[in-house]
């Protein structure tokens, strides 16, 4: 069965969002590239935190998680005023991109005394490998979150650009703004809440067909299309927000975009 209700109320986009900043120095290495690896045992997490530029994920081919970062850029940009920083509480791990003095960063987020522009010529990629059970964080503010291959829980956000995180065992939690959200999960563990937002970008979510859910779904200028058979509670309202059930119910997953279109597809 498929569900589709369609929006065609407009609304003004929203504006962007101050990333959370926070972290405490430990390595740091400077130059052009910049390269950590160690281990990080199953059910630990491994976060990385940038603000300019992307962050891509895969999988690691054996225990040992690496991360490699390389500075971009062009114009009269100071590169060396780009730091990197690697903190750990426990088995987890936290790699840092810090654009200023006095910055630092930690798994609580980024801390910050600049003023906040970060737009200055500098981006930074990185590319981490995970190994099997390891959960990862990523984030930046200005670029794209790519994560395959992970066996584990996932957070992934931005705020200008795209996400794209897929694990075999959730769950994923995903959020943006300007940019569209499409996550993968083969199985779902736990049972807390979820919730994946945009504001200018579609959402799409492949999820496991023995779904049990409390599922909330709100557009203002797309469609709200689901794969699953589900049962509504109460009405449509004016702003396409729909409370439903699928299955028999359970843990609360929210899905919600201004300009854009949410899709729920039922894997096999």
């Not at 300019?52 to 062009?74: F, I, L, M, R, T």
């Not at 200023?100 to 003023?115: K, L, Q, T, V």
């Not at 931005?158 to 993968?184: C, K, L, M, Q, Y």
């Not at 589900?230 to 359970?250: E, V």
């Amino acid at each position: 069965m498929r569900t589709i209700l369609r929006g065609t109320i407009a609304l003004a986009a929203l504006a962007a969002l101050a990333a959370p900043l926070g972290a405490q120095t430990a390595d740091a290495q400077n130059g052009d590239t910049f390269d950590w690896s160690g281990a990080v045992p199953a059910g630990s997490w491994l976060r990385v935190k940038n603000l300019n530029g992307a962050v891509d994920v895969e999988a690691a081919s054996g225990d040992q998680a690496s991360v490699h970062a390389v500075k971009e850029y062009h114009g009269n940009a100071d590169p060396k005023r780009v730091h990197f920083v690697v903190t750990k509480d426990g088995n987890n791990v936290t790699v840092c991109a810090l654009w200023h003095e006095g910055d630092s960063c930690d798994e609580n987020g980024y801390h910050s005394h600049s003023d906040g522009n970060h737009n200055d010529n500098v981006s930074v990629h990185f590319t981490v490998k995970l190994p099997k059970g390891v959960m990862v964080n990523a984030g930046t503010v200005n670029g794209e979150v790519r994560v395959s291959g992970a066996t584990a829980p996932v957070k992934a956000s931005t705020v200008n650009g795209s996400i794209e995180a897929t694990t075999t065992s959730g769950p994923v939690d995903a959020t943006t703004v300007n940019g569209d959200v499409h996550v993968r999960m083969d199985a779902l563990t736990g049972d807390g809440d979820l919730r994946y937002n945009t504001v200018n970008g579609s959402i799409t979510a492949d999820l496991p067909a023995n779904l049990n859910a409390e599922i909330d779904l709100e557009t203002v200028n797309g469609s709200l299309t689901s794969d699953f058979p589900i049962t509504l509670t109460g009405s449509i309202n004016p702003r396409h927000h729909i409370h439903a059930t699928i299955g028999s119910g359970g843990r609360h997953i929210e899905f919600h975009t201004v300009n854009g279109s949410v899709e729920l597809k039922k894997l096999s």
